[in-house]
């Protein structure tokens, strides 16, 4: 890599982006121009090396071109008119993996295959304390309940998953290059019965993957209409874009919202869900320590989220609504002009208390004080949170936007009001407060739902189905193919 010669395609706002996320990669390329179609920046220079219109392309002698922008299929069609060989294109994590396949870094120790278990293998994105990483170790824990060997890999994970996962007894395997596999991954993933590939955004893995074994793809994301990882995945993995390519994949959904989500780009491609299942925590009996009711929003603070809306809503109860009440928001808040709106907002009202991001051990002891979980978000396919608040018999308001709102009945088993509506939360609110001779009922009937959906046992049964329904449909499709 050091020596190779590089050039970029695009100077903005990704290129920086970049240039400080990894400064040690940056010191030791040998960069010999920029491109860039804003004529407004030809003949201008950044660090010393030129910024040229791509036409330049055909008088430079180079190795390697990074595309570095977030949408770059118009970038790659346009380098291919000019004439420049496709295998010297690249994106720009697809660049990082250089050097970096064949690399497996196993945590845990704890790998053992049984000639009479099925070995599965979970790829996901790098792990972290989001939503789908969670179902990925909740999924881990119900496949080896169920007597499978399970190994779980990622290009990356954070310091305290790794320990957790350990903890759990899941082998976890860090290969830097899994998300775009070569030879060397795929000689590796050759040796599992099956592989579950976790999330969209890993559409060019699941895709090269389910040509050498049986792959399940669970999926979770939101539209394109409050996320990008359907237009952004899309544009940057073009060539896997097409049902063709998807053909040897048994595709399921987290939720019927999910699973719509799909279906809008690739029509009635998805049949079935494959909803998650959460580990019972719940303790009957312990009693509160925290004097006040407590509405609490968990998640990380952004518009997707819509704390803004809770905030809104609570400055709608009148003082004695307010009166022996808080309200918490838990979750990591930078200082982006969302995040920022809503601190400010957050210290005009005495009742919020803004706790930051939490570990796994301080959130459990966060709930056992927290009466109404709600989340208010604008689209969520399930919702992690409101699944944990039914497990621990909670009250919980949730909008009709996420999955989850399937499962529930409006003041049966918990609330729903109309995503992005500040006037529909606050009347459910307004009504929790009113109708605490309501709490008990309502508190049970959550918990009757958790125990009827979203068990571990349930969770590892519904699995262990997928797999065989995967493995089955594979050896269909594939002799399908030969006839």
């Not at 969670?134 to 310091?159: C, K, N």
């Not at 019965?193 to 976790?198: L, P, Y």
């Not at 125990?451 to 571990?456: A, L, P, R």
């Amino acid at each position: 890599m050091i020596n190779e010669k590089i050039v970029f395609f695009g100077t903005g706002g990704k290129l920086k982006y970049e240039k400080e996320k990894h400064p040690e990669i940056f010191d030791h390329l040998n960069i010999v121009a920029y491109l860039d179609n804003n004529s407004a920046l030809h003949k201008k220079v950044l660090g010393g090396i030129p910024i040229l219109p791509p036409e330049e392309i055909c008088r430079l002698e180079y190795d390697k071109i990074i595309l570095m922008a977030d949408y770059v299929k118009e970038m790659w069609q346009q380098l291919m008119v000019l004439g420049v060989p496709s295998d010297k294109i690249f994106l720009w994590n697809e660049f990082l993996c250089a050097g970096r396949h064949g690399t497996f870094m196993e945590y845990g120790n704890q790998r053992s295959f049984h000639d009479d278990r099925k070995k599965v293998l979970m790829i996901s994105t790098d792990l972290n304390y989001n939503g789908g990483t969670i179902a990925v170790l909740y999924a881990a824990i119900a496949l080896m309940q169920q007597r499978y060997s399970v190994t779980v890999s990622a290009p990356g994970a954070e310091p305290k998953l790794i320990k957790e996962m350990g903890r759990q007894k899941i082998c976890l395997v860090i290969a830097p290059a899994i998300h775009f596999p070569q030879t060397e991954e795929i000689e590796w993933i050759s040796q599992f019965d099956i592989v579950i590939v976790n999330v969209f955004q890993m559409l060019r893995c699941a895709c090269i993957v389910s040509r050498v074994r049986p792959v399940l793809w669970w999926l979770h994301e939101s539209s394109s209409s409050y996320t990008r990882a359907y237009p952004l995945t899309r544009d940057n993995h073009w060539e896997y874009d097409n049902v063709d390519a998807m053909k040897y994949l048994h595709i399921m959904a987290v939720s019927v919202k999910a699973k719509e989500n799909f279906n809008h780009y690739y029509k009635s491609r998805i049949r079935e869900i494959l909803p998650y299942g959460i580990p019972d925590t719940y303790m009957p009996g312990k009693k509160k320590e925290h004097k006040k009711h407590v509405f609490a929003v968990i998640g990380e603070v952004y518009q997707l989220k819509a704390q803004k809306i809770f905030l809104e809503a609570i400055s709608m109860l009148t003082e004695k609504e307010r009166n022996n009440v808080e309200f918490w928001l838990i979750g990591k808040c930078g200082n982006d002009p969302y995040a920022s709106e809503v601190k400010r907002k957050a210290r005009k009202i005495s009742e919020i208390k803004m706790l930051g991001e939490l570990t796994r051990d301080q959130m459990r002891a966060a709930y056992e004080n927290i009466d109404i979980v709600v989340c208010p978000s604008l689209e969520e396919t399930m919702s992690l949170t409101i699944t944990e608040g039914m497990m621990l018999g909670k009250i919980c308001i949730t909008t009709d936007a996420t999955g989850i709102s399937d499962y529930m009945e409006d003041k049966v088993n918990g609330l729903i009001c109309k995503a992005g509506s500040t006037d529909g939360l606050y009347l459910k609110m307004k009504w929790v407060l009113e109708n605490t001779d309501m709490w008990e009922q309502i508190r049970k009937q959550a918990r009757k739902t958790y125990e009827n959906h979203f068990t571990m046992e349930k969770f590892g049964i519904r699995l262990q189905k997928a797999i065989e329904d995967t493995m089955h449909e594979n050896r269909g499709e594939r002799q399908g193919n030969l006839a």
